[in-house]
């Protein structure tokens, strides 16, 4: 992968003009790596999605930067959903070895397939390689698995997600990591989720339930706990236990107002002190604590320690 990025750098500084997106290769070129970050960073901010998928790649290699799988996946799938061919053929690969996020075999498949048709038809190189990971990907994928790539492909345009349609009344949630739920009742507590806008995805016979988090972008899923474990206690902050999860979502004040109606007002909220994110803290029924931010806060921002 990351010789296909210094290849496009090179092409790309024969061709550049003055712009952020172009101070940052040559710097690149000069291995000045802060300054590209500091030109990128900017640029991808602004929606950049050359600069979204340099800059993801700097967080990927860790490259005058702490190395971050979570936040250049985030990056990559900005760029990706905007139409930009590279950015598409590398979240493919993150979602491909499970880097960043649980692997997707689904997610991969779509997005090798949909850098191909993007990447310059003669540029038979970069669609080599993207055509290589989708056969690999697609040897994969059981028959309903590889109809539903293929039906994502067909139906995308930029912009727009990979993920289908949300139901009624349901809400958007994303996070990094996979969260798993021990619960004494899973379906009960499964149906408190419901209550806040998630969407359930499938029933585990017998064990619990797995939750659909949009694009992809992570995993919810409430399973039943060992007969011998203790249920957590209540908590009345963060600092008391570990935060089971920190999700993102577009919809925080409605989020917020459901927990409230099902009895789990906000017991804590932490805001950094210069970029204006907060987080607001909840307990479920069953005290896991979970934290509730907006959508696309940089995802270099570190969260309070836990």
């Avoid at 028959?143 to 990979?162: E, I």
């Amino acid at each position: 992968m990351k010789s296909i990025f210094v290849a496009l750098t090179l092409a790309w500084s024969t061709l550049a003009v003055a712009g952020p997106f172009e101070d940052g290769l040559a710097a690149f070129q000069r291995k000045d790596y802060a300054a590209a970050i500091a030109a990128w960073q900017g640029a991808a901010d602004q929606g950049d999605a050359a600069a979204q998928t340099y800059y993801a790649f700097m967080l990927k290699s860790g490259l005058g930067v702490a190395e971050d799988d979570a936040a250049a996946l985030r990056l990559y799938r900005r760029a990706a959903e905007s139409g930009y061919a590279l950015a598409q053929y590398s979240l493919a690969g993150m979602y491909d070895k499970g880097e960043g996020a649980s692997p997707s075999l689904v997610e991969a498949y779509t997005w090798y397939a949909l850098s191909i048709e993007r990447f310059p038809v003669d540029d038979l190189d970069h669609r080599g390689k993207a055509a290589k990971g989708r056969d690999g990907v697609a040897a994969r994928l059981t028959p309903a698995q590889l109809a539903d790539a293929k039906a994502r492909v067909a139906a995308w345009t930029p912009g727009a997600s990979t993920t289908a349609a949300t139901p009624p009344n349901s809400l958007t949630f994303s996070i990094i990591a996979s969260v798993i739920v021990r619960s004494p009742d899973p379906m009960t507590l499964a149906s408190y989720y419901e209550g806040l806008g998630f969407i359930r995805q499938r029933e585990l016979p017998g064990q619990g339930v797995l939750f659909h988090l949009q694009n992809h972008q992570g995993t919810l899923e409430i399973i039943r706990m060992d007969p011998k474990a203790k249920p957590s206690d209540p908590k009345k902050s963060r600092t008391e236990q570990s935060v089971l999860a920190i999700f993102e979502t577009d919809q925080l004040d409605e989020v917020l107002a459901r927990a409230k109606k099902l009895g789990s007002p906000v017991i804590d909220t932490w805001t950094h002190p210069t970029a204006g994110v907060s987080i607001h803290y909840i307990a479920d029924p069953e005290n896991n604590f979970l934290g509730f931010t907006k959508r696309g806060h940089n995802p270099t921002i570190n969260t309070p320690e836990r």
